[in-house]
């Protein structure tokens, strides 16, 4: 199978070197058959193919003069030291003022922030055996407080990360490196092993970099104690003015910023608390604010709000995907203290015919159509860009096709309409987060699988409990104490390997690793294993496409997850706002672009 | 002076709440509500759970009486389905917040000793205590026995009853308290302990109905307080779930299409009104009628 | 009476110290996890959540970590919020004054409004005012503030475009443009919590004074042949009070405590968004801190009502 696949990407890469295929074509072809559009251009950038211009045009021609930014953020920044960020609300918040490297765009691009140029193997940045990266920094660039950006500050950052003490949240990528300075300008990151996917330190919101002359003195036990971890110097468009946690975070323009002509306003504020909908009002309907984050709201509400004519709606491709997950084991039998012990296996899910009827009766399309619009894609594939997504795998919505399965593999309809085989009943516990649109989807499926005679109990557990990793409460998402239960996942990183780990037999949920395994299907499939761990040291970068395009496949054709719909990032945004937006990094990433049409 | 016939007390109240114009009305208007809310299935045999996309949040009209949600579901069986379990919890966890208020700010403006004092302590730490993680640790702790023991249904309406009514008594105690405090050593009672009546007696026959008009007062507003509360319990997994349509539900789920489909937020918002309207003037009637001081 | 005070003082220590104990149980047990996000982000390698655990002392039992709770808040330390990591004093000295202006404000117009509402209403039971009153009472307390802020948004907002709805804590205006704009945007936030806290009050108001206005001694009052108003100001009022000052004794700590419905509304960045912020995010050192400090307003309102009483009615004795 994935010979098959690796033929057609070699042509493909080939036919974009000779100039047949564009490289946005290519992009999108990728994304159709199940490949991110970060990965997609790593594979050109790989291949020697260089990187396209993003589309994205800066008017503006002098620094300043556009005023005041206004956004809201209905949950606001609480802290603002990026290796301490917690949410996406604190990564936004320290992105105002520190840089990474370099970043990925909304096209999956490698955009340059403090690095010179972006690394390659032409360029001789990527060693030829994957086993380090050689950054260039941009020279000439200063901390708000005048001091100069060096090498030293990028290496201090992978030390500072590295100590326990600190317990830094952006460990994940430091780990596996180590960090060498070569000269005042040049760093090179050095791998364990050989990693294909190499931007990872330095880049994106885990990779924001923060000045050594400030921290040196607050590493490990002291880090919380450090003053800039709330007034912070960075290296950023904007200057820190005042922060208050939670409420409002204000910034001013940087008169040295090392861009040229950037950026266009004068100042910059983020107002944090409400709700999404009132948000959304205060942009589309009022216009007291510019932009709006993270616009979780009823497309309905959306496409009536935007008719107060003051804003738009922006969609963001991204790699989240909301999705049922499928219990492999018995969640009402207790062995050893657990319920969902990877010793039993579901009475009823484990016939496929079973699975493969709930696949049937989720009307993805009208869950779309009533319940998400814009703000979700229906799709048949849990790794998955979803602007352009046109899956090879296509799904279905048929109550007939589903009721001819069961019927077939013996399920019959008893007297009160359940159909049941071995006096095993088809009734499941279904559960979810408490959100009005994951109730509605609840409603739809439970409507579908009672004219099928399978009958669902809904529970819905506030979010607050369902989404923590409290090892006593069996109502998270980790224990999966039900038969069924839907979320969304988020591919933070525009990698799918990490982001397909959750069907591993070893990242298992169970009680011996306190739940914090990722793999909450418990499912166990060693053709999966193999396929994973072969494309984790793939080095030849088609192949290792190839590999996890067939990870995903294999897991959707073993229907252990029934994805529902891609979700974007979905923002409020001002008529005469220009922003650029991208779901692989914080959405403000490059918020010294974003200008003010006159 | 008085009438040459005498009348039992409570016939005599009847007399007087009988003559409450608005009062009796509001009975009547209450009777209604719970008659609909009890019967309508019958009347109304439309299903509560029927999605419907094409008539998503339709105006009112003759298929849709009180016109439809956002998923186009009937909003006269959501709101006659829904309107038993608000109605109930209402009243009972009313009930449940004025004994527990009454008894323990009787006992407190009663008692001279350390009891007074503990039980003030108990109100203030009442007083104090979050809610929110309360209600979680509650439905963690207590959600699955009470389930395994009464059943879904009634385990959640004990649960939800006992937990309204268990976080708004402490204002009726308070209240209570200071008015036993003044009333304790008015002269009637003194007359009444002079003449040897039992603290039980004094407290039943001379305080307790004189200190009754604050109690009632925070009786009706609590109807409408738990009305709205079990909606929000339900947010935190503790009340009915979501898909149960109570009427504080289906308020809070409207607020957000209020500018495009108004009939969606007024007519649960009405109901609730008009409850609350009509038990406040059964309220004041009651009041008038048991009033000791009232001479006619 | 001073003794009284003194003994009433020295009684409220220990039974603070008993309240806090009883939080500080309520809110370890109470399920979630301060890094939950942590746990569900495929970024964060678990031992991250974990050493921060062991790091903010979250593994070690309860009453060890109350006790640590306790001496910290002897000397003065209130801890730093986990989400933030700020201590939790400036955090809340930071949220304070938009909470006192807003909620003190709609407390103070909600008295303003239900005593001579509730006084008027009842010294005429029945009239035409006391209908209207009554209704506009009813329906106060019948609709919930997230949905009355929601209208008054719908209305002067967005239609009349003629108040903001967003409460800025830091207007940029200077001089009486400051005054200006801030009495502006917290026209929406005050109208709708004064309106519910009066709604309930009136009626309270009204139901003391029917109490008072049918006994002897008003009716002697009158028969002296003093003023209709006098007679409500002097004799009624006072001894209808009693009821009423327990209801302000009620509410006074909600003037530091905020109103969590309506600053979330209207984003008011006061106590109330703090703490249900804190809630949400099981920050649990800001919600101790927070509902500690509403606790010890809760018992010293609760004594000044009890002085108060004594005050209002000398018969009214404490041993």
Known sequence: MSDKYEHQLRKMISAVGEGRLSRRNFVRKMIAVGLTAPIASQLLTNSGIAVAQTPFKYAPTKRGGGGALKLLYWQGPTLLNPHFATGSKDQEGSRVFYEPLASWDGEGNLQAFLAAEIPSKENGGVAADNMSVTWKLKQGVKWHDGKPFTADDVVFNWEYVNDPATAAVSVGLYKDCTVEKIDTHTIKVVFKKPTPFWASAFVGFYGQIIPKHLFEDFRGAKSREAPTNLKPVGTGAFKYVDFKPGDILKAELNPDYHQQNKPHFDTLEIKGGGDAVSAARAVLQTGEYDFAWNMQVEDEILLKLEQGGKGRVDIVQGGNVEFIAINNTDPNVEVDGERSSLKTTHPTLSDKAVRQALNLLVDRNSVEKFIYGRTGKATAAFVNNPVRFRSAKTFEFNIEKANDILEKAGWVKGADGIRAKDGKKLKFLFQTSINAPRQKTQAIIKQACQKAGIDLELKSIVASVFFSSDVANPDTYPHFYADLEMFTTTQGQPDPEEFLRQFLTAEAATKDNKWQGRNLTRYRNPAFDEALKAASSELDPVKRAALLIKCNDIVIDDITVIPVLARPAVEAVANNLRCQLSSWDVLNYDNASWYREA | ?296 | MWNYLLRRILIAIPSLMGISLVLFIVLALAPGDPFSELTTNPNVPPEVAASLRAKFGLDDPILVRYWRWLLAMIHGDWGFSFASRVNVDQLILQRLPATLFVVGASQLLALAIAIPVGVIAASRPYSLFDQVANTFAFVGFSLPTFFTGLVLILVFSVQLDWLPFVFRSDIAATGWRWYWENVRQAIMPVSVLALFQASSMTRFVRSAVLDVIRLDYVTTARAKGLGEGVVIRKHVVRNALIPVVTLVALQMPAVFGGAIVTEQIFRVPGIGSLLITAILANDTPVVMSVTFVFACLVVLSNLIADILYGWLDPRIKFN
């Open chain 2, 1 to 296: 002076m008085a009438s040459q016939r005498v009348f039992s007390p409570w016939r005599e109240a009847w007399r007087r709440f009988r003559r409450h114009r608005l009062a009796v009305f509001s009975l009547v208007l209450l009777a209604a509500i719970v008659f609909a809310v009890l019967f309508g299935k019958w009347l109304w045999p439309v299903a509560i759970d029927e999605i419907d996309f094409t008539a998503r949040l339709a105006r009112p009209s003759l298929a849709h009486p009180f016109g439809t949600d956002d998923l186009g579901q009937d909003l006269l069986a959501r709101m006659i389905y829904g309107g038993r379990i608000s109605l109930a919890v209402g009243l009972a966890a009313m009930l449940v917040a004025l004994s527990v208020g009454t008894l323990v700010g009787a006992i407190a403006g009663m008692s001279r000793s350390w009891i007074s004092g503990g039980l003030m302590w108990l109100t203030d730490l009442f007083l104090s205590l979050p809610s929110l993680p309360l209600l979680l640790l509650i439905i963690y702790l207590f959600r699955e026995q009470l389930k395994a023991v009464f059943g879904l249904e009634l385990g959640i309406f004990i649960m939800i009853v006992a937990v309204i009514g268990g976080l708004r008594w402490m204002p009726v105690a308070r209240l209570v308290r200071a008015q036993f405090l003044s009333l304790r050593e008015k002269e009637f009672v003194e007359a009444a302990r002079a003449l040897g009546a039992s603290r039980f007696r004094q407290v039943t026959r001379h305080i307790l109905p004189n200190a009754l008009g604050p109690v009632i007062v925070a009786g009706t507003i609590d109807v409408a307080a738990a009305i709205i509360q079990e909606s929000t319990l339900s947010f935190l997994g503790l009340g009915f779930p979501p898909d149960v349509p109570t009427w504080g539900r289906l308020l809070y789920d409207a607020k957000d299409y209020l500018d495009f489909a108004p009939h969606f937020a007024l007519i649960p918002g009405a109901a609730i009104f008009l409850t609350v309207l009509s038990i406040n003037f059964i309220g004041d009637g009651l009041r008038d009628a048991l009033d000791p001081r009232r001479v006619q």
